[in-house]
């Protein structure tokens, strides 16, 4: 066997070759969006969205937006909530006891 010197860079492997001029044509698959019959106007969704941005700034909650965001809650659903609902979201009970409160003046 013969030693190898401590320099020794192992062989790199040879590069493949590089594609031709040719252009090559791929074809991509045409892609259909799935639309519901009925979707919700972005208008009216942008509308309940401003409003309860509106409401909890209002109360000085604005920090908890993106909660109600994430569960998809507007103002027509923030009106059926309960207490136990806002629990569950994990909005704090002070926080919690503001939103009821001034939902029942409101109405």
């Known amino acids: ?3 190898q010197p401590k320099n020794y860079d192992p062989p790199k492997p040879k590069v493949a070759a590089k594609p031709s001029s040719k ?3 791929v074809e991509t698959p045409a892609v259909h969006i799935n639309r519901s019959a009925n979707p919700t ?3 009216l969704s942008r ?10 700034q209002s109360l000085g909650l604005e920090k908890y937006l993106l909660s109600f965001q994430a569960e998809e809650v507007d103002m ?7 207490d136990e609902d806002l629990k569950a979201m994990g909005i704090p009970m002070g926080p919690r006891k503001k939103i009821l409160l001034a939902l029942e003046s409101k109405g």
Not at 47 to 56: E, M, R
Not at 76 to 82: G, K, V
């Open 1 to 3: 066997m013969t030693q």
């Open 23 to 25: 252009s090559i044509h």
């Open 41 to 43: 106007p972005k208008k």
């Open 47 to 56: 509308k309940a969205d401003a409003s309860l941005d509106d409401f909890l």
């Open 76 to 82: 027509t659903a923030l009106n059926h909530m309960t």
